[in-house]
Nanobody, 124 residues
Framework: QVQLVESGGGLVQAGGSLRLSCAASARTSRRYAMGWFRQAPGKEREFVSAISGSSDTTYYADSVKGRFTISRDNAKNSISLQTNSLKPEDTAVYYC?????????????????WGQGTQVTVSS
């Protein structure tokens, strides 16, 4: 069982930045694919970004490409999401996820583990 704990959310003005972090509790020989989804009030959950387990290939939603950067810290068994040039439409609860597979990382159904979420609010 892998537990994921997010941190780094908060309130920021439009144009600002936040760095979200996610620490995984289990240290195993398996490198999980990890990533982020988000859900805004009244909207469906959507893919934000992911990093593969085998090669650290990164993936981004078109809406965040060029503004967000995902990275992995193997020593800390964690990932981070640097969010820049934030917009009010980025306001959502951001969930850290982990998957045993590297396939279909834009699809929420492939992820085996989910964190509790961290709130990001961007004011205009």
């Amino acid at each position: 069982q892998v537990q994921l704990v997010e941190s780094g959310g908060g309130l920021v003005q439009a144009g600002g930045s936040l760095r979200l972090s996610c620490a995984a509790s289990a240290r195993t020989s398996r490198r999980y694919a990890m990533g982020w989804f988000r859900q805004a009030p009244g909207k469906e959950r959507e893919f934000v970004s992911a990093i593969s387990g085998s090669s650290d290939t990164t993936y981004y939603a078109d809406s965040v490409k060029g503004r967000f950067t995902i990275s992995r810290d193997n020593a800390k068994n964690s990932i981070s999401l640097q969010t820049n040039s934030l917009k009010p439409e980025d306001t959502a609860v951001y969930y850290c996820v982990a998957a045993k597979s590297d396939y279909g990382l834009r699809d929420a159904s492939v992820y085996d583990y989910w964190g509790q979420g961290t709130q990001v609010t961007v004011s205009s």
